[in-house]
């Protein structure tokens, strides 16, 4: 597969990803906003299970970008079977890359652009999280 188709690929797959990840984030700061989680009228438990439900919609967010990798490594035939795009998808996004699972040349580009979108997704999920946190420490220390 040509360099550029796979960049073409693998930039569809990245905005599909960013996608998906700004609506769940959308959607968890709607939540935020709608029911004011963090206000001191709250208990410590609520607070702490509300960071409960923020994480879990970001590994869900994760998950589905995953999901969406494997799919597409496995429709192109880059990887057979169920377990070996889900696996790849998983190291690679993650930027962990054991190696021990490796694409062919034709679809090498594809990979890294797999791991560029969980760089980038990470990225996001830590400056939503980062933002909540400050948000938090803030109006505990009022």
Known sequence: ???LIQI???????LACAMVHILIIAKMIRHLKAGNHFAPDKTRIHQIMTV???FLGAILSHTLHIYISALSLWMLGALPGYEK???FAL????TLGYGDLVLTEQFR????MISVTGILMF??????LVSIFARVLADDAR
Do not use: E, K, N, Q
């Not at 190291?91 to 993650?94: G, R």
């Not at 580009?109 to 890294?112: D, P, R, T």
């Open 91 to 94: 190291v690679t996004y993650t």
């Open 1 to 3: 597969m040509l360099v």
């Open 52 to 54: 409960c439900f923020l």
């Open 123 to 128: 990225g996001m999920t830590t400056a939503f």
């Open 8 to 14: 073409g690929i693998g930039s569809a797959l990245l």
């Open 109 to 112: 580009i594809l990979g890294a």
């Open 85 to 87: 795009p889900i696996y």
